[in-house]
Structures are given as structure tokens and as C-alpha cells.
């Protein structure tokens, strides 16, 4: 089945400065892949996604990277603000598309 | 407003009673999906389903029962089977196969 890891469980940055959270997965038939943002007592948000055949895909001030020959999906937040303090999971999508496998989340905070 | 409703926020449960979690959506989602979270940890999926009258067991199904009489509704039963219940329950929906998912705010249940 799929795995799905996250290298650190805790970011702290400093306010301003740019975010890198790292995301492996272990099925490298996997093609859909989503970051989710989640706030305390709250549901996680879509923040982004990327589909295998590209590499990199940008947002508002976040950009995605998929390494898939290492099977490293990242997150990248450009100068990272006080309000994107949260915890941050990556999900992938199974092979039949039903269902997402998600990280164990990586912890954000921002630091004035 | 469309979006995807849980209530309770909070709920309280006595030691071997059963207790209906409700999801609602106005979407249009054909999918939607129970999670099951944990402090500090990432989400397990409970049970999907991907059309009306169909549902089918996630990685964590076993003290938990579920229906999808109505496409926009998806309630989650916790049975007294289900040992530990205490943790927060997200339900999402999905327009389809290989889309992103969107979460409800979730209902912390708590047994006491």
C-alpha cells in the first residue's frame, strides 16, 4: 500500500523568511499528490496540487516540486507570515483514485 | 453558501453508547469520505463512498458503521465496538476520482 512521510515534524522560521516542508511518498505509480494546510480545531484546507506529469506547479506565494525519480514531493511558502503558522500535510492519491494517504504532517511556526 | 457541513462541533458520549456523526454536502460531490484524527497525527480514512448506496472500508472501519442513502448526506456511526472513539472526525467530498477533497471543521468526540 502507500506510505507517506514527512522528514520533520516541526518548521520554525522566522517571519519573512522562505518555508520548505518535505514530503516522501513510497508508490511511484502514484500520479496526484495535494497539500493541505490545517489550522488548530479546524479542517484541513487545499493549499495545492500537482499531478505527475509536471514537476513544479506555483500558487500565491507557495510553489510545489515533485522529484518523482527520488519520490520526494516539497512545499515551498515564500516569506512566510505570521498567519501560515499551522500544521501542513501532504496526501497522495491511491492507484484506483479513490483515496488519499496522508502525511503525518509537518508542523509551521512563524516566528515575529 | 456551498461547503460541507459536520455537527456536532463537540460531542460528548457515555462508555458503550453508540453516536451519530453528521456530514452534509451541497456541492454536488459525488465522493465523500470519513477520517479519523488523532492529536498530533495525520488523518486515517474510516470509509468512503463514491455513489449513493455504496461505501466502502478505509484502513480503520473496524467499530465504526456508515450509509450514503442521499448524495448529499454521509453519517458516520461510532459503535461501542470501536475502543478508543476519543479523537476528531473530518468527512470531505470530492466532485470525483483524482480531485482534491474538501473538509468539514470537523467534530471532536470525546467519551466520557
Known amino acids: 500500500g502507500e506510505s507517506v512521510g514527512l522528514h520533520l515534524p516541526t518548521l520554525s522560521v522566522q517571519e519573512g523568511d522562505n518555508s520548505i516542508i518535505n514530503c516522501a511518498y513510497s508508490?511511484?505509480?502514484?500520479?496526484?499528490f495535494i497539500w493541505y494546510k490545517q489550522e488548530s480545531g479546524k479542517g484541513p484546507q487545499f493549499i495545492i496540487d500537482?499531478?505527475?506529469?509536471?514537476d513544479k506547479r506555483q500558487g500565491q506565494r507557495v510553489t510545489v516540486l515533485l522529484n518523482k525519480t527520488v519520490k520526494h514531493l516539497s512545499l515551498q511558502i515564500a516569506a512566510t507570515q505570521p498567519g501560515d503558522s499551522a500544521v501542513y500535510f501532504c496526501?497522495?492519491?491511491?492507484?484506483?483514485?479513490?483515496?488519499?494517504?496522508f502525511g503525518g504532517g509537518t508542523r509551521l511556526m512563524v516566528k515575529p | 453558501d456551498g461547503g460541507i457541513t459536520q455537527s456536532p462541533k463537540y460531542l460528548f458520549r457515555k462508555e458503550g453508547q453508540n453516536v451519530t456523526l453528521s456530514c452534509e454536502q451541497n456541492l454536488n460531490h459525488d465522493a465523500m469520505y470519513w477520517y479519523r484524527q488523532d492529536p498530533g497525527q495525520g488523518l486515517r480514512l474510516i470509509y468512503y463512498?463514491?455513489?449513493?448506496?455504496?461505501?466502502q472500508k478505509g484502513d480503520i472501519a473496524e467499530g465504526y458503521s456508515v450509509s450514503r442513502e442521499k448524495k448529499e448526506s454521509f453519517p458516520l456511526t461510532v459503535t461501542s465496538a470501536q475502543k478508543n472513539p476519543t479523537a476528531f472526525y473530518l468527512c470531505a467530498s470530492s466532485y470525483r476520482r483524482n480531485t482534491e477533497a474538501f473538509f468539514g471543521q470537523g467534530t471532536r468526540l470525546t467519551v466520557v
Open positions: 500537482i499531478r505527475s506529469n509536471m
Open positions: 508508490n511511484s505509480a502514484s500520479d496526484y
Open positions: 496526501a497522495v492519491l491511491n492507484n484506483a483514485g479513490n483515496m488519499l494517504t
Open positions: 463512498s463514491q455513489i449513493v448506496n455504496d461505501f
